[in-house]
């Protein structure tokens, strides 16, 4: 298999990554996010994402995300092994363009919601949820 | 506490966690908050503390020591994650099972006639034996429906101890901790008071001489048990007292006894007695 | 199958015509994420619901594509139009082919 460059510096970095992390590094947040987008340009605004300032447990962190006048809503934890957390497409009885649910963080991160318009644009809202460890182990 | 903090600074290493830079009062958690559920029911989560807890003049229920985000989960039966495992025990509670072909509603015609009982156990039975509410479960099964014994800790028991729980929300604890039950109690506050594992901690050096303190990014609450089973948001299901006792000796990396053993139902009337005057949160939310 | 999966909605039992109701759901799944190791060490493997869906007399409420970051016991709250008296069907859809559901009415009134 032909590696590009790009791939191989990944590889080596991964390499270390490994060494140093618990778990396997997946696709990478741009790529999850271009795979959404199509790569498409992402205007900040237009969507809100409330989540913990402090996540009392980084197993169960509600979350809510909002964008009126969208299609679908997309989250990725730019922390976690695997960045895609889950895509709401709103169907044509969907009353409002928002959803709440909870969601798993392996580590203090930024937690972005992408947002597609009915328009074909995107927008982005971006927050930073601290993941803390407890006290005795547990 | 003054009197405990010079103890405390007499401790061994394992208090150096909560030394070390976070002994100050953090609290994530309002604790003017108010714990109303489904805007109907209101739950009185601080009280006088009972005559025989000399150390603490208030006692508070954990609820008040997580953040609004872990209280609000509480506050709607829907939104508690507890209740799908309720809807599990209500399925169980009419499933007939064992050799004699019953199910626990042939007997208990309304789950609702257990109001009462959670708020009282453990408690000591006819024969003079301290008895919890999993052990009267478990007697049921294997002597009266022919069927085996659920794990003391496992999801069906902690279901059934739940809804059964959930028959004393709103009520107030109270064990009896004198008669028949006093040589338990004094057996389980010896057990809360004693040193043991490796880091050599009591329950009282967290529960009782740092409560509202972080210990790392953890708020320490006063280790009440009125809210059991609860359901944690660390590992996503029910847990029980004992359950919760065998992991807080492994976090001191003791040797935890076993669920179910004399030394943990003494504890836990203990505990539970620490709790008096709280009000019962079965089936509640914690981190 | 996974064992022991649980489903529970809430849905008000009746509504306005055209009104906007919210709908809560919950189901007791363990989302095994791929990422744990049992006690030999070995990767635990990926188990979980990938997709949830909700429809409303057969229109599209939502439809959700779920990773293994939602959170055991997945939760979703959302809004649905009600136009007319009928039946919101849920659908869990797990990663080993399993299809769970629930199905609540609504009436106008």
Redesign the interface.
Known sequence: MDFSRRETIALGLGAVALSVMPFRVAASTEEVIAGFTGGADVADGGVTLTAPEIAENGNTVPITVAAPGAVAIMIVATGNPEPAVVTFNFGELAASQSAATRIRLAGTQDVVAIAKMADGSFVRATSVVKVTIGGCGG | MGMNLFKTTAAVAGLALIATGMATKMTHADQGAKLIINGELTIPTRAPAPAHLEAIDEITSGWLYRTGETQALEMDDFDNPSFVFVDVALDLFDKADGSEGKACSSCHENVEDFAGLTASMPRVNADGMLETTTELVNKCRTERMGAEAWSYSGGKMSAMTSLIGLQSRGMPVNVAIDGAAKPYWDRGKDLYYTRVGQLDMACSNCHEDNYDVMIRADHLSQGQINGFPTYRLKNSKMNTTHGRFKGCMKNIRAQPFGQGSDEFKALELYVASRGNGLTVETPSVRN | MAS?V?P?V?VPKSAAAGS??TI?T???HKME?G?RKDKEGNLIPRSIINRFT???NG???????????????????????V?EAGDFVFTWYDDDGSVYDAKKSVAIG
């Open positions: 022991g649980k529970r809430k906007a109701i809560k919950l189901i007791s994420s990422q909700c429809t409303f229109k599209s409420v939502i439809d959700i594509k779920m990773e293994p970051a939602i959170s055991t016991n997945p939760y979703f709250q959302f809004d649905a139009t136009p």
